[in-house]
């Protein structure tokens, strides 16, 4: 049975968070906590956010138990891009993006 838990419109680039979430494909969801404490990136807590999410909707709603769970999938998409302009020389303007991401965290477990 899988298990999904969403955030969406995180204001963390894509990117950023991608880099995070490469180490923890296929491992246990407790060893994926320990290794999103011990990680020096911003871009860890809206993850291990998301992870205790679909932690808890494993626990809560279909009664597993955490040992049974393995993370299926983690999935990081581009969400709406903010556009703003900056001011420069010359009575000119530069765009700045504001990226923002969608998180999709997919449990598997068996009962």
Do not use: C, W
């Not at 494909?25 to 320990?34: H, R, T």
């Not at 494993?58 to 903010?82: M, Q, S």
């Amino acid at each position: 049975m899988e298990i999904i838990a969403k955030s969406k419109f995180i204001r963390t680039s894509p990117r950023k968070l991608r880099l995070v979430v490469r180490a923890l494909k296929g491992l246990s969801p407790a060893k994926a906590q320990v290794i999103l404490a011990q990680v020096n990136k911003g871009a860890a807590l809206p993850v291990n956010k998301t992870l205790k999410s679909a932690l808890a909707n494993a626990t809560n709603n279909h009664g597993f138990k955490e040992e049974e769970l393995k993370i299926k999938k983690i999935e990081v998409d581009g969400g709406p891009i903010y556009k703003r302009m900056r001011p420069v020389s010359r009575g000119r303007s530069h765009a700045i993006k504001k990226r923002t991401s969608h998180i999709t965290v997919i449990l598997e477990g068996e009962k």
